[in-house]
């Protein structure tokens, strides 16, 4: 785990209380953060602060968001490979 306080913070707020929502904003987080841009991070804040029911049907392709950016970065999301 790293060191660095900004991750400690962002990983304590990846943990929705559904372990599927928890592996999924991890995932991201693990595999993608350190290499996305400053556009793509600030998407990924956006979708930290959703609430878990939206994020719930987003992730399990029950709904979109309607909002362009944090449907891109669901579906960005998506397409890690586990």
Not at 9 to 21: K, S
Not at 36 to 65: I, N, Q, Y
Request: with cysteine.
């Amino acid at each position: 785990m790293s060191d660095d306080p900004v991750i400690r913070r962002l990983r304590w707020r990846c943990r929705r209380g559904m372990r599927e929502l928890d592996q999924l904003m991890l995932r991201y987080l693990d595999g993608r953060w350190e290499h996305a841009d400053e556009v793509e991070r600030s998407h990924f804040l956006r979708l930290l602060d959703c609430e878990d029911d939206k994020l719930w049907r987003w992730f399990m392709g029950r709904e979109t968001p309607q909002e362009a950016d944090l449907n891109a970065i669901v579906q960005r999301i998506l397409d890690m490979p586990h």
